[in-house]
């Protein structure tokens, strides 16, 4: 009875466009588990540099020399110990995801392992810049790079899972492959530079005093290509008949996201990034964006392979 599982899991591992087995519908609720996970850490993190709680714990990876700082305790402190914490359990997450891939590779798709490791990567390339925020005093670039390589294991998360998704395409989707990458890079790119913003303080220094002004328009003209790009994704994809159901929500979903990242973002810069909640949801709103156009651009991807 055992060896017939194994075989019908085996079986089921070399068609994943249609079925999966029980090994890897569990592994892609492992994934989608420490990409949420990921999604809510940016979101802590935004709001730690936000309160100026970057610091709060002076040291690293403890925070005073322990692992809960009762004495100490504030929201600012909280906020940071808290990001750590979160921060630990989705590296402890990935590697349990590393070991199971291994594991059970008989009975997953031979890519996964080699793509764990590679998430495994980022995510320990993602501690050593965190850490080295503390060190260097919140140093503007080294935190720009954290929030890009946070951005690139949030993505490689969800190409994993996505991949990991039974789906069976009509054919007719993979021209939107290029659209949907091209619009995720442009995305990447202006999440990069609204970082670069955050980290220098620039719309502060913009209008009180006209400096690092170049930065701040920089971030302002980067809507206008990123916005351009996701509408692409949106007319095309409603634009092409027979698309699979999946495909026409999450190019839905893009559409809303993008409408509600323009206000947020309107609102942030009118209120001076006086209200916190508002600067914390433009951040979260944008990763979440870039997480829905590599989805989107997964399933294109997979369109064509899958309906042979």
Same mark, same amino acid.
């Given at each position: 009875?055992?060896?017939s599982?194994?075989?019908s899991?085996?079986e089921?591992s070399?068609?994943?466009?249609?079925?999966?087995?029980?090994?890897?519908k569990?592994?892609?609720?492992l994934?989608w588990?420490?990409?949420?996970?990921?999604?809510?850490?940016?979101?802590?993190?935004?709001?730690?540099?936000?309160?100026?709680?970057?610091?709060?714990?002076?040291?690293?990876?403890?925070?005073?020399?322990?692992?809960?700082?009762?004495?100490?305790?504030?929201?600012?402190?909280f906020?940071?110990?808290?990001?750590?914490?979160?921060?630990?359990?989705i590296?402890?997450?990935?590697?349990?995801?590393v070991?199971?891939?291994?594991?059970?590779?008989?009975n997953l798709?031979?890519?996964l392992?080699w793509?764990?490791?590679?998430?495994?990567?980022?995510?320990?390339?993602?501690g050593?810049?965190?850490?080295?925020?503390?060190?260097?005093?919140?140093?503007?670039?080294i935190?720009?790079?954290?929030?890009?390589?946070?951005?690139?294991?949030?993505?490689?998360?969800?190409?994993i899972?996505?991949s990991?998704?039974?789906y069976?395409g009509? /054919?007719?989707?993979?021209?939107?492959?290029?659209?949907g990458l091209?619009?995720?890079?442009?995305?990447?790119?202006?999440?990069?530079?609204g970082?670069?913003?955050?980290?220098?303080?620039?719309?502060?220094q913009?209008? /009180?005093t006209?400096?690092?002004?170049?930065?701040?328009?920089?971030?302002?003209?980067?809507?206008?290509?990123?916005?351009?790009?996701?509408?692409?994704?949106?007319?095309?994809?409603?634009?092409?008949?027979?698309?699979?159901?999946?495909?026409?929500?999450l190019?839905s979903?893009?559409?809303?996201l993008?409408?509600?990242?323009?206000?947020?973002?309107?609102?942030?810069?009118?209120l001076?990034?006086?209200?916190?909640?508002?600067?914390?949801?433009?951040?979260?709103?944008?990763?979440?964006?870039?997480?829905?156009?590599?989805?989107?651009?997964?399933?294109a991807?997979?369109?064509?392979?899958?309906?042979?």
């Amino acid at each position: 009875m055992t060896e017939s599982i194994l075989r019908s899991e085996s079986e089921a591992s070399q068609k994943p466009f249609l079925t999966e087995s029980p090994v890897q519908k569990w592994m892609r609720r492992l994934v989608w588990k420490i990409a949420i996970a990921t999604l809510l850490l940016m979101a802590v993190g935004s709001a730690t540099r936000i309160v100026n709680a970057g610091l709060a714990c002076p040291d690293w990876p403890l925070c005073y020399g322990q692992l809960i700082p009762s004495q100490q305790m504030n929201l600012q402190v909280f906020l940071e110990w808290f990001h750590r914490l979160d921060a630990a359990l989705i590296g402890c997450s990935t590697i349990a995801l590393v070991g199971l891939s291994g594991w059970y590779r008989r009975n997953l798709p031979n890519w996964l392992p080699w793509a764990s490791m590679f998430a495994l990567g980022l995510i320990v390339f993602q501690g050593i810049l965190g850490g080295l925020t503390v060190t260097e005093l919140l140093r503007f670039d080294i935190v720009t790079a954290h929030l890009g390589t946070a951005m690139a294991f949030l993505s490689t998360l969800i190409v994993i899972a996505t991949s990991l998704t039974p789906y069976q395409g009509t /054919g007719t989707g993979t021209k939107l492959t290029w659209v949907g990458l091209t619009a995720a890079i442009l995305v990447y790119l202006q999440s990069l530079l609204g970082g670069l913003v955050a980290s220098r303080w620039a719309l502060h220094q913009c209008l /009180g005093t006209s400096q690092l002004c170049a930065v701040m328009n920089s971030h302002i003209l980067g809507v206008i290509p990123a916005t351009l790009g996701c509408l692409a994704v949106v007319v095309m994809t409603w634009r092409t008949p027979a698309l699979a159901p999946v495909m026409r929500k999450l190019a839905s979903v893009v559409g809303g996201l993008v409408v509600l990242q323009i206000l947020l973002g309107i609102a942030t810069f009118r209120l001076r990034l006086q209200v916190e909640p508002l600067t914390v949801a433009h951040h979260t709103v944008g990763a979440a964006l870039l997480a829905t156009l590599v989805a989107f651009s997964v399933f294109a991807l997979r369109d064509r392979v899958s309906y042979r």
